[in-house]
């Protein structure tokens, strides 16, 4: 009998006998985003993380991303790294701290107007707010305001902004949140050109751009301080993203802290950007993912994000009236916050219809207006909803 019971106790001790066909699913679905990730290179530097953090967190009985019960008993690892950075906010903050070390903001600086193509591929985001409460009219789904508006944010394309948000906004939802904002991220090259294609004409397309003016260091310096006292005096609310920016991108431009641009470039956001990936993936565990309300936030983020694109364009269009046909339409696509990647998808489209206009400095306008637009957008959320 004794034997019976050791074996019955190393059975049960195996995950064999504790599996269930949803964390099954889930390590599969995790697989999946992995070979996304390395064959289709789809956003490798976050979905890989996020991934194995997902496998790690469906293994039965290991607890690593769970909280311990036993007040003289340490939680899981990864509990901690979600506990401690994203429930806290600080690693999107410091994610954001490291794309303003990484951009150049001079083609916004040199065509200020830009700023309006950016502005127009945020109205996806309140579009997807209204649609999520919509939602709630069909059987499992319940949305509050709240989880609206986070779910919304996903239209923006930035990851680090939708994480924030929903990490003040509506913390369960994050794991579905933070996956549809990055796959549709990772996925810009197939969703924004037919969007593209379909509202532009042939000859809009082929519109050729004035060259961007030269943009002083003077500027350079002065546009983050700007843009923080703007965000300070209208929209604190805002001031954690914009904030921690407009301090990377100051740390870029004042050319005396060399070292600290450097790391912010790429020491700090690698680690940050690892353990960011692995606290995501805490919240892919099969009670928490699999079930109606995850299916409606990737249907809506992929609705928000066309929308985006789709407004951004016609935002395009409408300043290429204005202007007198100087503005390429295609260069609002870029108006959403994946940077660089939509302006390189605009760029690529415009070489569709003439091999000589090269459109990418000036995608990389409403490209990075598009960032501030995001963050401004969650910043106004948080200030309605009280977050």
């Not at 591929?121 to 309140?126: C, E, R, S, T």
């Not at 579009?127 to 009219?137: K, T, Y």
Request: glycine share 12%; aromatic share 6%; charged share 10%.
């Amino acid at each position: 009998m004794d034997v019976i019971a050791q074996l019955k106790t190393l059975w049960e001790s195996t995950g064999l006998a504790s599996f269930t066909l949803g964390q099954a699913a889930m390590i599969f679905i995790c697989g999946v985003l992995i070979y996304l990730a390395i064959v289709k290179k789809f956003e490798p530097l976050l979905l890989i993380p996020i991934s194995f953090g997902g496998i790690l967190s469906n293994i039965p009985g290991a607890g690593v991303a769970m909280a311990s019960m036993d007040p003289s008993q340490p939680a899981g690892f990864l509990y901690y790294i979600y506990d401690i950075g994203i429930n806290s906010g600080v690693f999107p903050l410091l994610i954001f701290m490291g794309v303003g070390a990484l951009t150049d903001f001079g083609p916004l600086i040199a065509r200020p107007s830009t700023i309006f193509l950016g502005a127009a591929a945020q109205f996806g985001i309140f579009i997807s707010l209204l649609g999520a409460l919509a939602m709630n009219a069909l059987p499992g789904i319940e949305f509050s305001l709240a989880d609206a508006a986070a779910i919304g944010i996903i239209g923006g394309a930035d990851g680090p902004t939708a994480i924030f948000l929903s990490s003040r906004l509506s913390q369960d939802l994050m794991g579905p949140i933070a996956v549809a904002a990055y796959s549709y991220m990772a996925l810009v090259p197939i969703i924004q050109p037919p969007i593209m294609r379909a509202l532009t004409t042939e000859r809009e397309r082929t519109i050729v751009m004035q060259q961007l003016r030269p943009v002083s260091k003077l500027e350079k310096i002065l546009f983050p301080l700007t843009v923080l006292l703007l965000c300070a005096l209208f929209l604190p609310s805002a001031a954690p993203l914009i904030g921690s920016i407009t301090f990377g991108n100051l740390l870029r431009e004042c050319g005396v802290v060399e070292r600290l641009s450097k790391t912010a470039q790429n020491e700090l956001i690698n680690i940050v950007t690892i353990f960011l990936g692995l606290g995501i993936g805490t919240k892919l565990s099969a009670e928490k993912f699999l079930n109606a309300e995850t299916l409606g936030i990737l249907l809506l983020g992929l609705i928000a994000f066309s929308i985006g694109t789709a407004t951004g364009v016609l935002m395009g269009k409408l300043m290429n009236v204005m202007s007198g046909g100087k503005i390429n339409p295609l260069i609002g696509a870029a108006g959403v916050s994946a940077v660089p990647m939509s302006a390189r998808v605009v760029n690529k489209v415009g070489l569709e219809s003439d091999h000589h206009n090269f459109l990418l400095m000036h995608a990389m306008g409403p490209n990075v207006a598009g960032v501030i637009g995001s963050a401004v957008a969650a910043g106004v959320l948080l200030s309605v909803l009280g977050g």
